[in-house]
C-alpha cells in the first residue's frame, strides 16, 4: 500500500551502520524526502522500491509454484551444493539459512570470505579476533582507517561510535595508494612516520627486518591498544596486501606485546549478521564444509567465490545478496544450477529467484549491526511478497 506519509525514527537496512533515526516521506511509490540520509541509502530506497513496483511475481501465482517445484527438486538431486549467506535479509533468516546448510550437507560461506578471507584465517591462526565496533569504542587508543571516507562511505560513522561526551581514539585515515607515494614529508610528524614505515612494511613484507619495523611502528605510535579499521574496497584492491595487513597486526601484537585488533567495515548491508548466523551454526566465521563429520574450516577451499570458479557446486543456493561474488564466480553462474532468495533478481536469465521481502522496506526483521546490536527495522509499505524465514522454513520442511 502506497500512500502520502511521513514517518519517523526508520532503521535504513543498506550499510551496516543501520542508522535508526530517519525521517522518511513517501508519495505514491516514490520517495519525496528523506532526512538524515547519504547517497547510498537514498539509492538503495529508491532501487528497492521501484524494483518493487516492476516485481510481478506474487506467492500464488503459477509462475512460482513453478519455481518452488523446480527448487525442492534442486536441492534433492545435488550432492555438492553451496549455500551463500548474504545480507538483505533478517538475522533470523541467516541463521535459518547456515542450519539449510547443516541439513543438507552443503558448503556454507558469507561474505566474510570476501578478497580471499585474508581476515579470518590470519585471525584464526595468530589467535587475534576481529572486533566489534563496542569493543573498539571501548578499548582503542589510536584507530588507523585504511582506505575508509568516512565522509563518502560512513557519514554518521563518528557519531555512531563516539558519541559526545566520550573518550575518542586518535584517528589515522590512510589511503594505500597514497602509501606508496609519500617520502619527502617531514620525518618528524608521527602521522608521517607511521605512514612510511607502513608503507615499508606493506612494500618489503618478506624481504625487510618486519620484527624491527614493526617495534619501531609500535614505539612510535606509543600505545598498547589499536585497531585498524577497513573495508571491501581495501580488500578488493589487493588480497596481498590483506593478507600482509595481518601479518603486520600479528606482528605487531608480538613483538611489541600490545594489542592490536582488525575491524572489517562492510559496506553491503547486514553482512556482520550473516558472518555471526554462520558462526553460531558451525563455530566459524566463514567458508565451511558441513559434509564431513566434523564441520570443516577453511576460508581459502571453501570460500563461495572459490568454489563457484573451479565449478565444485553443482547447486547454489543464495539466500539475501550475494553480488558481491567475484565477476568470474558470478558468470559461472550462468552454467550453475541456481537458486536466489532475495528481494531482487541476481543477473538475467540466472537461475530460480524466488522474491522475498526486505526488512525495512517490506518487511519487518532484525539486522546485527557490526557492533552486535540489534536493529530492528519496520516495513515502510506493505507487499504480497513472503519473508525469507518463510521461504527457507518451508525448504527445511522438505528435508525433514
Ligand atoms: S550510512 Fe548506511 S545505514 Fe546510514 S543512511 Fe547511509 S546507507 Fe543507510
Given amino acids: 500500500m502506497y500512500g502520502k506519509f511521513l514517518t519517523h525514527m526508520f532503521a535504513c537496512p543498506f550499510c551496516s551502520l543501520h542508522c535508526d533515526d530517519l525521517e522518511i516521506s513517501l508519495e505514491e511509490q516514490n520517495l519525496t524526502s528523506l532526512f538524515p540520509i547519504c547517497p547510498k541509502g537514498i539509492n538503495g530506497f529508491s532501487n528497492a522500491l521501484s524494483s518493487l513496483a516492476s516485481n510481478k511475481k506474487d506467492k500464488s501465482s503459477e509462475n512460482w509454484k513453478e519455481d518452488w517445484t523446480r527448487t525442492i527438486q534442486l536441492i534433492k538431486t545435488a550432492h555438492h551444493p553451496l549455500v551463500i549467506i548474504g545480507g538483505g535479509i533478517s538475522y533470523t533468516a541467516q541463521r535459518l539459512a547456515a542450519a539449510l546448510a547443516r541439513q543438507i550437507n552443503a558448503w556454507a560461506d558469507s561474505p566474510a570470505s570476501l578478497g580471499g578471507c585474508a581476515l579470518p584465517w590470519t585471525a584464526v591462526e595468530v589467535g587475534l579476533t576481529t572486533c566489534t565496533l563496542g569493543e573498539l569504542r571501548a578499548n582503542a587508543e589510536i584507530l588507523i582507517l585504511l582506505d575508509i ?23 589515522l ?15 618528524n610528524e608521527p602521522l608521517i612516520k ?38 571491501s574496497r581495501l580488500v578488493s584492491g589487493g588480497r596481498m596486501l590483506t593478507i600482509e595487513l595481518f601479518g ?18 562492510p559496506g553491503g548491508s547486514n553482512w556482520p549478521g550473516a558472518s555471526q548466523a554462520l558462526s553460531a551454526e558451525s563455530g566459524y ?20 567465490t572459490n568454489l563457484i570458479e573451479q565449478n565444485a557446486p553443482d547447486l547454489v543456493i543464495g539466500v539475501g545478496d550475494i553480488g558481491w561474488l567475484s565477476t568470474k564466480a558470478l558468470n559461472r553462474l550462468r552454467e550453475t544450477p541456481t537458486i536466489v532468495i532475495n528481494s531482487v533478481p541476481l543477473m538475467e536469465n540466472v537461475g530460480i529467484w524466488l522474491p522475498i521481502a526486505l526488512p525495512g522496506v517490506d518487511d519487518k526483521g532484525i539486522f546485527l549491526r557490526a557492533d552486535n546490536v540489534p536493529v530492528h527495522l519496520s516495513p515502510l509499505i506493505a507487499s504480497q511478497n513472503p519473508s525469507a524465514e518463510y521461504i527457507l522454513q518451508n525448504i527445511m520442511e522438505e528435508f525433514k
Fill in 285 to 304: 566465521p566463514c567458508a565451511v564444509h558441513f559434509s564431513p563429520r566434523q564441520v570443516k574450516f577453511s576460508p581459502i577451499m571453501y570460500s563461495a
Fill in 248 to 265: 603486520l597486526l600479528h606482528k605487531i601484537s608480538v613483538a611489541h606485546r600490545c594489542n592490536w585488533q582488525a575491524l572489517y567495515l
Fill in 149 to 171: 571516507h568516512l565522509e563518502e562511505d560512513y557519514p554518521r560513522f563518528t557519531n555512531r561510535i563516539w558519541r559526545p561526551g566520550t573518550q575518542q581514539p586518535e584517528l
Fill in 173 to 187: 585515515e590512510i589511503n594505500s595508494h597514497e602509501l606508496f607515494q609519500i617520502t619527502d614529508q617531514d620525518p
Fill in 194 to 231: 607511521t605512514l612510511v614505515h607502513l608503507r615499508l612494511c606493506f612494500s618489503n613484507f618478506f624481504t625487510e627486518p618486519v620484527i624491527e619495523l614493526c617495534h619501531t611502528i609500535g614505539k612510535m605510535l606509543d600505545v598498547s591498544r589499536g585497531a585498524i579499521v577497513f573495508s
